[in-house]
């Protein structure tokens, strides 16, 4: 891969009180051909701190994010607990250091701020995208469709000068009997809709390696996804455990002249560690976002023994979506 795009990652780590279970919401993320580098790899920079170098010349940001308050901001959950499997609206906002709401955002591929929900046993997965009164309050209408703990992320960059990108965690229960789901073994392959989505390479801790991620329908290769969030692909790692948060945009983007609409995306990822990790994709196609979801297993040798984008189960054996994250 001639470019190595960075990704941002963010970490959430505070115990939940509650197992969780719920149907999987996947997502699948459109692949896209090698570019050189865009204006994601600006969001890329967001909320690092020390990091390495990739093996693309970028700077990884190791984990991160695992407070609800960090660089003077706060994550403020008015909804911290909902009811399983009801259409519930999640209200929240980020405060400053003097405890006022934040009015003023740097939009960031589209969006001011981009709010994703995961269940703790990592089987549930929402993508939301909340709007924003004028007094700073920001709320989405969301079904999480069983008890247990979940964790929320708030992905964003302040309109003030010099500022960085900032990823907050905060922790969401959902009221009713949990049961805690198993992590979904790893697999190669992911379906939702009648769409197949084929993952290719691997995740290594402290080292750039490239994701391929390939989408058919019908056994027919889907050559005309669509943009989404400004990019043909979307992708978000969370670290098995403690929930620690990668976001990892595609290499290339829409209208440079050299990415294609499809059927493969690439990426360029980095591991903050060793350990299992779930990979949620986004994609749209025909007017629709959907959502793939595989299990990558990092080990601790590096890239020559990680195998994690491998089938651990029978070849051809594929994962597949009980709902959807959009």
């Known amino acids: 891969m001639n470019t190595g795009l960075k990704i941002t990652a963010f970490a959430a780590a505070i115990a939940a009180t509650f197992g969780t279970a719920y149907g999987v919401g996947t997502s699948i993320d459109p692949v896209v051909a090698k570019k050189p580098p865009t204006a994601h790899d600006e969001h890329a920079e967001a909320g690092e701190g020390a990091g390495g170098k990739t093996a693309g010349g970028h700077e990884s940001a190791p984990a991160g994010g695992l407070q609800i308050s960090e660089g003077g901001y706060t994550l403020a959950l008015d909804t911290p607990r909902v009811a399983a499997g009801t259409s519930s609206v999640l209200s929240f906002s980020v405060k400053d250091e003097s405890g006022r709401k934040v009015t003023a955002y740097q939009r960031e591929h589209g969006k001011e701020l981009h709010f994703i929900v995961a269940s703790r046993d990592l089987t ?60 979904p073994p790893a697999r190669a392959t ?18 750039a390696n490239e994701l391929k ?3 058919t329908k019908d056994g027919k290769p889907v050559t005309n996804l669509q943009p989404y969030l400004g990019a043909y692909g979307h992708l978000v790692a969370l670290r098995a455990g403690d929930l620690a948060y990668l976001h990892v945009h595609p290499n290339g983007e829409p209208g440079d002249g ?69």
């Open 124 to 183: 549930v997965y929402r993508h939301l995208h909340p709007t924003r009164a004028a007094d700073g309050t920001w709320s989405v209408r969301a079904e999480l469709p069983a008890a247990g703990g979940y964790r929320a992320f708030a992905d964003f960059k302040p309109a003030k000068k010099g500022a960085t990108g900032v990823t907050l965690g905060a922790d969401l229960a959902v009221s009713g009997k949990a049961e805690p789901a198993a992590l």
């Open 258 to 326: 050299v990415t294609e609409p499809g059927p493969e995306v690439s990426f360029t990822a980095t591991a903050p560690s060793s350990g299992a990790y779930r990979l949620f994709l986004d994609f749209q196609h025909k007017g629709e976002v959907r959502t793939a979801a595989f299990t990558v297993d990092v080990p601790a040798g590096g890239a020559d023994a990680n195998t994690g984008a491998k089938p651990s189960a029978e070849p051809g054996e594929t994962e597949k979506a009980d709902g959807h994250g959009h």
């Open 213 to 215: 991620l390939t989408v």
């Open 190 to 207: 992911a379906e939702v809709d009648g769409y197949r989505v084929t993952l290719d390479g691997a995740l290594a801790p402290g080292k």
